[in-house]
């Protein structure tokens, strides 16, 4: 139910989606945050602004004023005092507040000018401009004459009345306006405190409201652009991914769901296009298996043909020949003083055919048989595989007088029989096409790299070079029967045996000594293993 409202969900905005590829839904998506988050930190820091604001007007302006305001009122209620005392004392000792109160008057006085800045303290410093007028009148009209007057007493005492010396009652009601300047002061001071102090509040809770609206910005945004990024490119690539592993597990007709963004999109055609390739390369493949495992029956059921064959090739073809050479040779022995040259001639070649189609029939059958013996391979000594293969030749070998040096052959994995008949092969034809003197043949082994390099050389009557490849083809002669013996088929069993094993040989056209140089390669076997005898 959920994958259908998602796919109704896409299918909705699915121009819109797949409009944008994934790297241009992150950068729509980065940028939504960055603009998110620069309008949260413009806000934030407008709010910081005025909480900084608020704040120094409450600790550095309206603080210090209502404490320079206190001092003032404090300073001129001293001054009063000593002003009084010293009039009716005329001790120079009540001038000490009068004298101090008039240092702390100015201070305070210059304090408020300094710190009375802005538009909101404009009540403040007319408040503070009465304050100061009223102590000036204050000062000019009664304590400045009653100082002078008291001094001008002298000793007198305090009913000596001195001429020109205000009277108590004027002092009294100058200071009242002093007292009346200093509690509007302090009532507009108050005021402007409270409201700086409900400013500061308002600016705090607007810093925490602002916070608060950026965290639900960032945090809009962020889901925002996670649901954006879900539907154009993650929950694509999920159905994407899950498709991609049922055809991974061989449901090549399963088709590609395409949504998401455009990329996604034409990742999802490249998908389906390369299941619709798979789909009918596999098509294919099934039909060639199908044409191979027909061709497989019908191989099988020709080998069998041929198995047939070599049955009957090596009984039934061969029966008839050996009795067309046995009654030859009987009209030979029982006819003999009735038949002339001619006919004894014609008996000998009939004789020789059969022979020489007993010997092609059974050339052909070893070289079938190449390949279809045991499939183990067991290791077997080089040395001995030689001598069963000159063991062969003993008569040969013993006719011609040939010299055979052969050096120390490596083990070999391979089937005895067929390694011997290489070697067999090889060394009867340097025997078969010598020279004039007495055979001589040389078997060496080298290794090379991950191959041994054996090489068989005779000094016979040798081999051209053009003809270094025709010779290892099938009844393939280079001289005519009567005068070298064969059927054509020996160098062709070797190739056959040596491919068999994994190896290769050829007529080396470059050996720069003269000699007929036949060279093949075997796999190198790198073991502990003991050869078995041969």
């Not at 191979?292 to 191989?299: N, V």
């Not at 078969?432 to 991950?450: C, L, T």
Request: aromatic share 6%; hydrophobic share 45%.
């Amino acid at each position: 139910m959920s994958d259908e409202r998602e796919r109704l969900t896409e299918a909705q905005a699915g121009p819109l989606v797949r409009r944008f590829t994934t790297s241009q839904w992150f950068a729509l998506a980065a940028s939504a945050l960055a603009f998110v988050t620069a309008v949260g930190t413009s806000l934030g820091v407008i709010a910081i602004v005025r909480l900084t604001d608020a704040r120094n007007t409450v600790l550095d302006r309206n603080g210090p004023a209502v404490l320079a305001q206190l001092q003032l009122a404090t300073a001129l209620i001293d001054q009063e005092s000593g002003v009084r005392g010293y009039a009716l004392s005329g001790r120079e000792l009540f001038l000490d507040p009068y004298r101090s109160g008039r240092a702390v008057e100015r201070a305070q006085l210059a304090t408020l000018a300094r710190v009375l800045t802005g538009d909101d303290m404009a009540p403040v410093r007319r408040d503070t401009a009465r304050v100061r007028a009223s102590a000036a009148a204050w000062h000019r009209r009664y304590a400045m004459p009653v100082i002078a007057g008291v001094r001008a007493r002298g000793t007198g005492g305090a009913a000596v009345r001195v001429p020109g010396v205000p009277p108590p009652s004027l002092g009294r009601h100058l200071f009242d306006d002093v007292r009346r300047a200093l509690a509007r002061q302090r009532v507009t001071l108050d005021r402007v405190r409270t409201a700086g102090r409900t400013r500061f509040r308002h600016t705090a809770s607007f810093l925490t409201a602002t916070f608060v609206a950026i965290v639900l910005l960032i945090g809009i945004g962020i889901a925002g652009a996670l649901v954006a990024l879900r539907v154009t490119t993650t929950r694509p690539l999920r159905r994407l991914g899950r498709s991609v592993r049922r055809i991974a597990r061989g449901e090549f007709e399963h088709g590609i769901e395409r949504a998401g963004a455009r990329d996604v999109v034409e990742l999802g055609d490249d998908v389906d296009s390369m299941r619709r390739q798979i789909a009918a390369e596999l098509s294919s493949l099934r039909e060639a298996h199908e044409q191979l495992d027909e061709q497989a029956r019908e191989l099988a059921r020709s080998n069998a043909e041929l198995e047939q064959f070599a049955y009957v090739a090596s009984h039934d073809l061969q029966e008839p020949l050996r009795k067309v050479a046995s009654f030859c040779q009987l009209i030979e022995q029982r006819y003999v003083d009735e038949l002339d040259d001619r006919g004894r001639q014609y008996i000998a070649f009939a004789v020789d055919g059969a022979k020489r189609m007993q010997q092609l029939i059974n050339d052909l059958l070893a070289f079938s048989r190449v390949g279809r013996g045991a499939a183990e391979q067991p290791l077997v000594a080089g040395d001995d595989v030689l001598r069963q293969a000159l063991a062969s030749l003993a008569e040969a070998i013993a006719e011609s007088g040939a010299q055979i040096d052969a050096g120390p052959l490596p083990p070999l994995r391979g089937e005895p029989a067929l390694l011997a008949a290489v070697f067999q092969n090889l060394v009867g034809n340097a025997l078969k096409f010598h020279g004039e003197g007495v055979p001589h043949v040389a078997i060496w082994a080298e290794r090379q790299g991950e191959e041994w390099l054996v090489s068989c050389a005779d000094d016979g009557i040798g081999i051209e070079p053009q003809y270094a490849e025709r010779i290892f083809m099938i009844f393939q002669r280079l001289h005519p029967k009567d005068a070298y013996a064969g059927t054509g088929i020996g160098l062709a069993m070797c190739r056959k045996i040596v491919e068999y094993h994994g190896g290769r040989i050829w007529l080396d056209t470059d050996a720069s000594d003269g000699r007929t140089t036949f060279r093949f390669t075997l796999p190198a076997i790198d073991t502990d293993e003991e050869p078995v005898p041969t």
